[in-house]
C-alpha cells in the first residue's frame, strides 16, 4: 500500500521506521518530513498544517492510508478533510481530537464522567480569574485552554506569580487565541507516567508505559520543553496502578467519548500523575507523544501498521498487539539555547554504525548531502537492553559518538526510573 505519514519530527520517523516493517507497506511519504526521515521514506516539502495541501497531494498520489501524527492537523480536522475524499487515516477526526485541543472540554469531560484529575476552575473573564487566584490555594496550576506547543502550563509558587500567568495568557495573549480561556487547577505531587493506547471506541489496549523527562537541564532543571528524553517501561506503573488506571481512567474516557458522540479512534495518550490518592490524569493527548513514542515503538513486536489498519476499520479486537519485556532509553539532542532561542544549520556528524539507531527530529540535508539542525530538538538517540541500565547505557554510548558541537543533552535521562527500581528492591 501507498502509505502518507503527516508530520516531520522524531515522533513521526519512529513511526515510519516501524511501519517501513510491514509487509503491507509499499511506499513511505512524509510531509514535510525532514533530512533524517529522508533514508525511511519521501519526504515531501508540504507542511504538516495545509490542509489543502496535504489532501491535493494524498489524491494525486493515490495514497491509499494516511497517519497524521501532529496535534495541530488533527485538532484542525485533517483526518475529517482526508475521509471526505476516500483516504482511510489512523488518527481523531476532529471531533474527538478536541480532547487534546481544549483543556476546558477534557477537565469538563472528567468531571461529568468521574475520572479522576485535579479539581480546577475554567474562566473566560480575566477578572475572575484574577480574583480566583487571591484566593485558590498555592501552589496552583494556569493553562492556556488551547494548543500552546507544550508551553501553556505555568506552575505558580505564590499569587503574584499565577495572577502574571492569567495577564500572560488572557491580557498579553503570548499563547493567542489558546489562551483567552484558561483553567486553573490545583498543583498535584506524585510521579509521573505516559501510558499511550490504541483505540477503535469498542476497545483499548494500553501501550506499554513511559517516563518523559520535560525541564531543559539535568536533575528536572531548566525550562520544561517538548521533551529531552524517555524511557520504557516506567517503574512507577506497577501491575496493581495499571488496573486501577484501566478501570477509573482508560475506559471511563473511551466510554465517555462514545456518548459524547465523539468515538476516539486512534492513538489516546494518558498522561498520568500518581498521586497519594491514586493516579490523575494530568494532560489526554490526541496522538502518540513525542519523545514517548520513541521508546515504546521500537519495543512493539507487533506489526504497527496492521494495528492501525485495524483500528480504522473499527476491528481493533482482531489484532495483535504485543510487546517485548525488555527496556529502551531515548536521548535528545538539542541545538545550545533550545527551548529559547537558537541557531540554525550546526553540522552534525552520525557515524554509520549508529545511524540505525538515531531518529531524526530537526536536521536536514544540505547541497553537499551533510546533516545539518533545523530546529531546537534535532536527534533521538535510542537503545534497547535487557535491563533498563543496559539500554541508558547502550544509548549514551551511541550519543557519544555523534558530532554536534552545537548540541547539548541531559546527561540523566532514565536515573529517575533506576532510584525507583532500587527503591523497589
Ligand atoms: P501538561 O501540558 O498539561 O501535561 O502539563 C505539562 C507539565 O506540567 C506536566 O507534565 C506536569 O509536570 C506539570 N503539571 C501539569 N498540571 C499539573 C498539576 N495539576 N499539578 C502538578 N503539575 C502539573
Ligand atoms: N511528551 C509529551 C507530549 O507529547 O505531549
Redesign the pocket.
Known amino acids: 500500500m501507498k502509505v502518507m505519514v503527516v508530520g516531520g519530527g522524531g515522533r513521526e520517523h519512529a513511526i515510519i521506521k516501524k511501519i517501513k516493517e510491514s509487509p503491507k507497506v509499499d511506499k513511505i511519504y512524509c510531509l514535510p518530513g525532514n533530512g533524517g526521515i529522508a533514508r525511511d521514506a519521501e519526504c515531501v516539502d508540504i507542511s504538516a498544517e495545509d490542509l489543502d495541501g496535504v489532501v491535493h497531494f494524498a489524491k494525486k498520489n493515490g495514497i491509499e492510508f494516511a497517519v497524521v501524527a501532529p496535534d495541530d492537523p488533527l485538532v484542525m480536522g485533517m483526518v475529517d478533510r482526508l475521509k471526505e475524499v476516500g483516504i482511510p487515516c489512523f488518527g481523531p477526526d476532529k471531533k474527538a481530537a478536541i480532547i487534546e485541543g481544549s ?1 476546558a472540554f477534557s477537565k469538563d469531560l472528567m468531571k461529568k464522567y468521574g475520572i479522576p484529575t ?1 479539581q480546577y476552575e475554567t474562566f473566560t473573564e480575566m477578572d475572575k480569574a484574577l480574583a480566583y487566584v487571591e484566593t485558590c490555594s498555592i ?1 496552583v ?1 494556569v ?1 492556556a485552554d488551547g494548543l500552546a506547543k ?1 508551553k ?2 505555568l ?1 505558580c509558587e505564590n499569587r503574584e506569580d499565577a495572577a502574571a500567568a492569567v495577564r500572560t495568557m488572557m491580557e498579553e495573549k503570548k499563547f493567542g487565541d489558546s489562551g483567552l480561556t484558561v483553567v486553573i ?5 506524585g510521579p ?1 507516567v505516559s501510558v499511550l493506547s490504541f483505540t477503535d471506541g469498542n476497545i483499548l489496549i494500553p501501550m506499554v508505559s513511559s517516563m ?1 523527562h ?1 525541564r531543559a537541564l539535568d536533575n528536572d532543571k531548566g525550562l ?1 520543553t517538548g521533551g529531552m528524553g524517555a524511557v520504557a517501561p516506567n517503574p512507577y506503573y506497577t501491575e496493581e496502578i495499571a488496573i486501577q488506571c484501566e478501570q477509573e481512567i482508560f475506559l471511563p474516557t473511551m466510554q465517555a467519548m462514545n456518548k459524547e458522540g465523539r468515538t476516539f479512534a486512534g492513538c489516546l495518550y494518558f ?1 498520568l ?1 500518581i498521586t497519594k490518592n491514586g493516579p490523575k490524569v ?2 489526554y493527548n490526541c496522538r502518540f507523544g513525542d519523545p514517548e513514542a520513541q521508546v515504546v515503538l521500537p519495543l512493539l513486536d507487533s506489526d504497527l501498521f496492521e494495528i492501525m489498519l485495524h483500528v480504522s476499520d473499527c476491528t481493533l479486537e482482531d489484532a495483535e498487539v504485543k510487546f517485548a519485556d525488555d527496556s529502551a532509553c531515548c536521548v535528545v539532542m538539542a541545538t545550545k539555547g533550545y527551548p529559547g532561542d537558537y541557531g540554525k544549520g550546526y553540522p552534525i556528524d552520525i557515524p554509520e554504525d549508529v545511524i540505525g539507531q538515531v531518529y531524526v527530529a530537526g536536521a536536514k540535508k544540505d547541497d553537499s548531502g551533510s546533516l545539518t539542525s533545523s530546529g531546537g530538538r534535532v536527534l533521538n538517540v535510542i537503545a534497547r537492553g535487557d535491563t533498563l541500565r543496559d539500554a541508558i547505557d547502550k544509548a549514551y554510548l551511541a550519543v557519544d559518538k555523534i558530532t554536534f558541537d552545537d548540541g547539548f543533552y541531559r546527561k540523566d535521562i532514565g536515573q529517575k526510573a533506576l532510584n525507583a527500581l532500587r527503591e523497589e528492591k
Open positions: 483543556k485535579a501552589p496550576v493553562k507544550g501553556g502550563v506552575i487547577e490545583e498543583f498535584l505531587e509521573e518523559d520535560k520544561n498522561g500523575m494530568i494532560e
